[in-house]
């Protein structure tokens, strides 16, 4: 089996809700399986033995500016994917919890409804959080409780394209506040939420991040480099109270496989990972072919990775299991 950790859905009374409220999001629009049960199975169909993990995709909750209907959109979203669960157990094998995090008091509430009525088997953050780091002080709670918990929080990244590439221009030009921007994003997420001592107080807490780690991997040696340079000769802009050397926080963290089928890449986020921290995840349905591309994409490079047979199965089923609690 496989299942599919980082999936996007918007269910229809979510997404008629959503509209009504800011409007329609062109690119949940122009992609059926998103919202359309019917057209999304008709998918999932053509990857035997395949299960997903809900999540809901953007815009992040914490962007509406009201934040009663924040909190009401985030109960809706949960609501109608904890019916979908308990409806298509043969399709959807859990679903992860959407939070208001313009309100940390009414999201750490929906995080414990989420999670004691709906049975929900994480929660979903995106980085930032309305331009505010994932490690200021008033998102801790939220740490602390999912580490009690013992269930996943998602990080997905998010830049508008109003973030300009260079100060010069008004807005980013070639979707790059998506395609760099995203990964900077949670490259920057690891880190502060390394530097700032959240991994350490929380050393139960368990932190998937998409696309594969982003450029942490890749950048292993030059951020381990930099952090005793910065130690050494940098004083007064790089502090490093913990008690364990850097890349012992970093891994801590877990990495999808949302990399649209680059072995290379997959190998390399392996080589400081393992497959215990690897799960199996496409981005469903976002490319052309309303999911199936990336499905099949990303199901072949793990094929093609250089390891055993027990591994691979730890990525595409059982590291899911174990960290979501999955019968």
């Given at each position: 089996?496989?299942?599919?950790?980082?999936?996007?859905?918007?269910?229809?009374?979510?997404?008629?809700?959503?509209?009504?409220?800011?409007?329609?999001?062109?690119?949940?629009?122009?992609?059926?399986?998103?919202?359309?049960?019917?057209?999304?199975?008709?998918?999932?169909d053509k990857t035997e033995d395949l299960r997903q993990v809900l999540t809901v995709s953007l815009p992040p909750l914490e962007t509406v500016p009201d934040r009663k209907k924040a909190v009401s959109l985030a109960k809706l979203a949960n609501d109608e994917m904890a019916e979908l669960v308990l409806k298509y157990p043969d399709r959807f094998a859990a679903a992860i919890a959407s939070l208001p995090m313009n309100d940390i008091d009414a999201a750490l509430r929906e995080t414990d409804r989420a999670i004691n009525d709906l049975k929900f088997k994480g929660v979903q953050i995106f980085t930032p959080m309305n331009d505010k780091p994932l490690d200021a002080p008033e998102f801790w709670p939220l740490?602390?409780?999912?580490?009690?918990?013992?269930?996943?929080?998602?990080?997905?990244?998010?830049?508008?394209?109003?973030?300009?590439?260079?100060?010069?221009?008004?807005?980013?030009?070639?979707?790059?506040?998506?395609?760099?921007?995203?990964?900077?994003?949670?490259?920057?997420?690891?880190?502060?939420?390394?530097?700032?001592?959240?991994?350490?107080?929380?050393?139960?807490?368990?932190?998937?991040?998409?696309?594969?780690?982003?450029?942490?991997?890749?950048?292993?040696?030059?951020?381990?480099?930099?952090?005793d340079f910065g130690e050494n000769l940098l004083k007064s802009h790089v502090?490093?109270?913990?008690?364990?050397?850097?890349?012992?926080?970093?891994?801590?963290f877990y990495v999808d496989t949302a990399l649209y089928g680059n072995t290379p890449g997959l190998m390399c986020s392996y080589a400081l990972y393992g497959s215990e921290h690897m799960l199996f995840a496409t981005d469903f349905p976002y490319d052309t072919e309303f999911g199936l591309k990336?499905?099949?994409?990303?199901?072949?490079?793990?094929?093609?990775?250089?390891?055993?047979?027990?591994?691979?199965?730890?990525?595409f089923e059982g590291n899911a299991r174990r960290l979501l609690h999955l019968p």
């Open positions: 089996m496989k299942i599919d950790v980082f999936c996007h859905i918007v269910p229809p009374k979510y997404k008629s809700a959503l509209d009504k409220t800011i409007g329609t999001v062109a690119m949940v629009d122009v992609l059926p399986t998103m919202y359309d049960m019917d057209a999304r199975f008709r998918i999932m740490y602390e409780k999912m580490a009690k918990y013992d269930l996943p929080i998602l990080i997905h990244p998010h830049r508008e394209s109003d973030y300009a590439d260079y100060r010069t221009e008004k807005e980013s030009l070639y979707s790059m506040n998506t395609l760099l921007g995203w990964i900077y994003e949670t490259s920057a997420a690891m880190i502060r939420l390394t530097y700032s001592g959240v991994m350490e107080k929380y050393p139960g807490l368990k932190i998937i991040t998409h696309h594969a780690g982003a450029m942490i991997p890749f950048l292993e040696q030059r951020v381990l480099d930099f952090a502090k490093r109270n913990l008690d364990k050397p850097v890349i012992d926080y970093l891994k801590m990336h499905d099949r994409a990303t199901i072949a490079a793990i094929e093609k990775m250089d390891i055993n047979a027990a591994e691979k199965k730890m990525i």
